[in-house]
C-alpha cells in the first residue's frame, strides 16, 4: 500500500489479520468479537490511521454526526463567528465541517440551498448558516441561520441588537461634543447594516441633529469602498468631525483614508466601528467599537442547533444577543464644532 493512498476496511483486516466483517463490527461496537480481537483491530485502526468515510457511515446509519457550517467567505466576522462554534462543539460527540462558497456568492441570491444540497443526507446532520440570503431552505434537517440577511423569520436565528449597538455608537460621539457626525453604511440587502443606518439615524433626531444626507456614504463593508467614501465626506466643505462606520473594516479603511489626507485621528477625526474583530484592538490608533458578541453567536448557533437536531423543547428560535460600547483610541472630545479645512496630503 503507498503511503499516500487512502487506508480502506480491507486494508485494517489484511493487516489485523480479520476478516472485514470483524472490522465492521468493531467500528460499530457490534456483539460477536472477543475484547482481545477488538483490542487488536482497534490499534491496527490506529496505526493505519483509519477513517470510516462520512459518506458510507450516513448510508450505513443515516446520520454522520458531523455539523456544517456554511459562509460565504472567511472573513473577520464569519472567522470570529467559527471560533465561538468550535468551542462549542467540544464534547457533543459531534464533529464541525466549515463550507465556504469562496466569495462567489456576491448577487447570487439562494447560494445556501446549493450548498446545502450538496451536503445534506451524507455529510452533515444539521447546519449553520452564516448571514445566508434565503431563509425558505429545504434541507429536510435542523438548520439555524445567524445574522440572516433579511432578518428573524420562520427559520431559527441568532443575531445581535444592531439597533442599539448603533445608537450607542453614535451616542457616544454626540456625549463627545459632536455635532457633524457622518455614517459609512454597510451592504443595503442585509438587514443589520440596515438597522445600524436606522440606529445612526434616530440617535441624531433624538439629540436634535438634522441628518445631512451628504454626510451618508455606502461602503458595503469592503475596504476599498470605505476608503473611497472616507474621501469623498472629508473633502466636502462641510466635513465631518466623526464617523461612524457600519463594521470595523470599513472604519479602519476610513482611518487610513484619513491619515493619508494629513489629518490625525482622533484629534481632526474620530472613528468608531462595529463588530470588535481582533484587528479593531491592533490598529493604529486602536479603534473604538461596537462589540457583538461574536464568539458568543457562534456558541449559541451550535447549542441551538443542537436542541433542535435533538427534538428537544427551545425556550426561543430567536436569540438576540446584546452589543457594548468599547472605548479605545479612536474617539476625542470635539472642543471646536467648526468646519475645518482638510489639510494637504503629507507627501509618501
Known amino acids: ?49 483509519y477513517e470510516a468515510s462520512l459518506v458510507a457511515q ?132 442585509l438587514e443589520s447594516a440596515r438597522l445600524r443606518e436606522q440606529g445612526y439615524r434616530e440617535e441624531l433626531r433624538e439629540a436634535g441633529i438634522p441628518v445631512d444626507p451628504g454626510h451618508i456614504q455606502a461602503g458595503n463593508y469592503e475596504p476599498d469602498e470605505s476608503a473611497a467614501a472616507a474621501r469623498r465626506l472629508l473633502e466636502s466643505p462641510d466635513r465631518p468631525t466623526a464617523l461612524f462606520a457600519a463594521n470595523d473594516i470599513s472604519a479602519i479603511a476610513a482611518v487610513e483614508g484619513a491619515v493619508a489626507m494629513g489629518l490625525r485621528v482622533p484629534q481632526d477625526l474620530s472613528v468608531v466601528g462595529f463588530d470588535n474583530v481582533p484587528e479593531a484592538a491592533l490598529a493604529s490608533p486602536s479603534l473604538t467599537t461596537v462589540e457583538q458578541p461574536i464568539h458568543e453567536m457562534g456558541h449559541r448557533a451550535i447549542d441551538l442547533l443542537i436542541q433542535l437536531m435533538h427534538g428537544e423543547q427551545v425556550d426561543s428560535t430567536h436569540i438576540r444577543l446584546a452589543t457594548r460600547l468599547v472605548v479605545r483610541q479612536s474617539t476625542a472630545r470635539c472642543d471646536d464644532p467648526s468646519p475645518a479645512r482638510v489639510p494637504t496630503p503629507r507627501p509618501r
Not at 476478516?19 to 483491530?41: D, E, I, Q
Not at 467567505?73 to 463550507?99: C, H, Q, R
Open 1 to 49: 500500500m503507498k503511503p499516500s493512498s487512502r487506508v480502506t476496511i480491507r486494508d485494517v483486516a489484511a493487516t489485523a489479520g480479520v476478516s472485514v466483517a470483524t472490522v465492521s463490527k468493531v467500528l460499530n461496537a457490534r456483539y460477536g468479537v472477543s475484547a482481545a480481537t477488538s483490542a487488536h483491530v482497534q490499534a491496527v485502526i490506529r496505526e493505519l490511521g
Open 58 to 189: 450516513s448510508l450505513r446509519n443515516h446520520k454522520t454526526n458531523v455539523i456544517g457550517i456554511l459562509v460565504a467567505d472567511l472573513e473577520p466576522f464569519s472567522t470570529e463567528l467559527l471560533k465561538g462554534a468550535a468551542k462549542a462543539i467540544k464534547g457533543t460527540g459531534y464533529e464541525l465541517v466549515v463550507y465556504s462558497a469562496g466569495g462567489r456568492t456576491v448577487d447570487h441570491a439562494g447560494w445556501e440551498q446549493r450548498y446545502l444540497s450538496r451536503l445534506s443526507g451524507t455529510l452533515v446532520d444539521g447546519a449553520v448558516l452564516v448571514t445566508p440570503t434565503a431563509v425558505e431552505l429545504d434541507f429536510g434537517s435542523a438548520v439555524v441561520a445567524v445574522d440572516p440577511h433579511n432578518g428573524p423569520t420562520g427559520l431559527p436565528t441568532v443575531d445581535s441588537d444592531n439597533l442599539l449597538g448603533a445608537r450607542t455608537a453614535v451616542r457616544h460621539l454626540i456625549e463627545l461634543g459632536h455635532r457633524r457626525i457622518a455614517l459609512i453604511g454597510g451592504r443595503p440587502d
